[in-house]
Each structure stands twice: as C-alpha cells, then as structure tokens.
C-alpha cells in the first residue's frame, strides 16, 4: 500500500511526514526523524552497554552521515563508551560511529553522532538507527511512548539489543526486544 505515493509498507509504520525532503522551504536543513519535536518526554535509554535501536524512515536517495540523540533530565554519568550506527531493514550493520568513549554527556543536550562512512540510501524503508552507552549512570533520553506491534507486518518502533556492547557496534540487531520508551533521532 502507499501513503500519498511515497511509502510502501504497512500503513502504520509510516514515519515519513515527520521529515523536511519534500517540503517546499529550501532554508530548512535536510533531515529525517522519527518523532515529532513536540509530545516528548523523558525515556530510559537501555542499560548499560545495551543497545537501543529505533525505527526511522529513510527515503530512497537520502545521504546519511549523522545521528543525532537529546539527552534528557539525567546526565551521563562515568561514560566509558558511546556509540552510534544505522542498520539496514533488516537489521544489517551498515555504519557506525567513532567511540566517543567518556566525552560528557551534561542533561538537556543534543549529542551528534558522526558515522564513520555516510550511507546513501538506494532503497526507501524503515532503517533503524542505534545508541549504545555504557556508562555507570546512563543519560535518559528525549522521546515518548509507543504501543507494541501487533498487526502483521508491524515493525518495532523501538527496541533493545546485545548486552556488554563497548567501542564497536554488533554486526546485526540479534534477538531484538520491544521497548515502549522511544527516543529521538534526528539523521542528517
């Protein structure tokens, strides 16, 4: 099915109207999310050395060279590792970020990850873009709560992954498992 010609999927995945492509501002900065800026709150991130990935949207064409995470309420405490990838619809790893070891992470901040080689995204679909932090306080994030899938074919919209994940992504989401919280990203 399509939704106005532009996704082929399961209707309620459809996460493309948050995003700037197609809009007729040339001034705004390509992006893509997957949640509306407004509606947010405070989200648990994962455990530490958890990885948390979230479905995005990205379109045919899309250049991706960055992810971008907000902290919320809770700082980053003892950051050992931070890292950032995306992975394919399946789940694939197709790049990840540079460690960003025990850089602060203070409250209320947008960090932005860059990934090690910029992904042009040659089929449209829901990516999922992935956090892990291992830290002794994890930061909470920016984002909201989503319902678990239960029609056929839905994807989760946030989930958890792998355990003691340090300065390298895995190489693909393994045994993923549903997440009610759902942080923000930003991808530009």
């Not at 099915?1 to 040339?26: E, F, I, K, Q, S």
């Not at 991130?45 to 250049?63: E, I, P």
């Not at 340090?166 to 990203?185: D, E, H, S, Y």
Request: glycine share 10%.
């Amino acid at each position: 099915m399509t939704v106005l010609g532009a996704y082929r999927g399961n209707v309620r995945d459809d996460l493309g109207w948050l995003n700037t492509a197609g809009r007729p501002d040339p001034s705004m900065t390509f992006h893509r999310a997957n949640l509306p800026r407004v509606g947010l709150d405070d989200v648990a991130a994962a455990a530490t050395g958890v990885m948390c990935s979230v479905a995005l949207y990205l379109q045919d064409g899309d250049l991706i060279s960055n992810l971008t995470f907000i902290s919320a309420g809770t700082a980053g405490g003892t950051l050992t590792n931070q890292i950032a990838a995306l992975y394919s619809p399946s789940g694939v790893l197709l790049a990840q970020s540079t460690d960003k070891t025990s850089e602060a992470w203070a409250a209320d901040t947008a960090k932005t990850f860059a990934l090690a080689t910029a992904q042009r995204i040659t089929k449209s679909g829901v990516y999922y873009a992935a956090l892990a932090v291992a830290a002794s306080t994890v930061p909470t994030l920016v984002g909201s709560t989503g319902a678990k899938p239960f029609l056929t074919g839905e994807t989760n919209l946030s989930q958890t992954s792998g355990s003691g994940i340090g300065a390298t992504a895995p190489a693909t989401i393994a045994t993923p498992a549903f997440k009610r919280q759902v942080p923000l990203v930003i991808a530009t």
